[in-house]
């Protein structure tokens, strides 16, 4: 099954405590790309990768960092986190960004709390 | 940076009524979609349409778009209990050169009551 898989469902942490929420897609998708979702606020870009080797900061990278060594997987990782950045995170893929004819598919999410 | 709105926030309505949803955008555009979240879970695609395209119809959906005004909507024909949801509007930015992205609205939450 076509899928963008992301790993924890849930997280509770601590401040500063250093964490890191996978994702990994299954359908060769060149793009890739990390939300957080907020009340009020919608979906806000953190980080996107066009290819391996290659990623770009979104509308909210302050405190985040991401690598594409693979393809099939861009993981998002908070070196200090704070609780500010607690949140509901999203990891999508495409495969080629805004004009895949199918759109981003989105993984289930991660639900992040920093205590 | 956003780019879309939704309108209105949030929508109730009778099981069997239509359900039409608006989203504004600020720039030129290349194509539009439409996305729908159950709560707490992961966006699904539901339909793009070209920034050339006026209308385009997918089962009980139904989009307009009206690049003039800069503008698209959403019409859900015969709604069902399971439509509840909420329903984003995302757009690229035909201005930012070199990247792919989508930007997203803040949805608006759609309740359908059986």
């Known amino acids: 099954e076509a899928q963008v898989t992301q790993n924890p469902r849930y997280l509770i942490t601590v401040t500063g405590k250093k964490l890191t929420v996978t994702c990994s897609q299954n359908m060769n998708h060149e793009y890739m790309s990390w939300y957080r979702q907020d009340p009020g606020l919608g979906l806000r870009q953190i980080y996107y990768?066009?290819?391996?080797?290659?990623?770009d900061k979104g509308d909210v990278p302050e405190g985040y960092k991401v690598s594409r060594k693979e393809k099939r997987n861009f993981p998002l990782i908070l070196e200090s986190p704070s609780p500010n950045q607690t949140s509901l995170y999203f990891c999508?893929?495409?495969?080629?960004?805004?004009?895949?004819?199918?759109?981003?598919?989105f993984g289930s999410g991660t639900r992040l709390t920093v205590v | 940076s956003q780019q879309g709105e939704e309108d209105p926030q949030a929508l109730s309505i009778q099981e069997g009524e239509n359900a039409t949803m608006n989203c504004s955008y600020k720039t030129s555009i290349n194509n539009l979609q439409w996305y729908r979240q159950n709560s707490g879970r992961g966006l699904v695609h539901l339909i793009l349409i070209r920034s050339n395209e006026r209308e385009k119809h997918s089962g009980r959906l139904r989009v307009t778009l009206d690049t003039s005004k800069k503008s698209s909507s959403l019409l859900i024909t015969a709604s069902r209990a399971a439509d509840t949801a909420s329903y984003f509007c995302?757009?690229?930015?035909?201005?930012?050169?070199?990247?792919?992205?989508?930007?997203f609205g803040t949805g608006t939450r759609l309740t359908v009551i059986p």
């Open positions: 995302a757009t690229d930015n035909e201005n930012e050169t070199g990247a792919n992205n989508l930007f």
């Open positions: 999508a893929s495409s495969l080629s960004g805004w004009a895949a004819v199918d759109g981003y598919t």
């Open positions: 990768s066009m290819n391996v080797e290659v990623t």
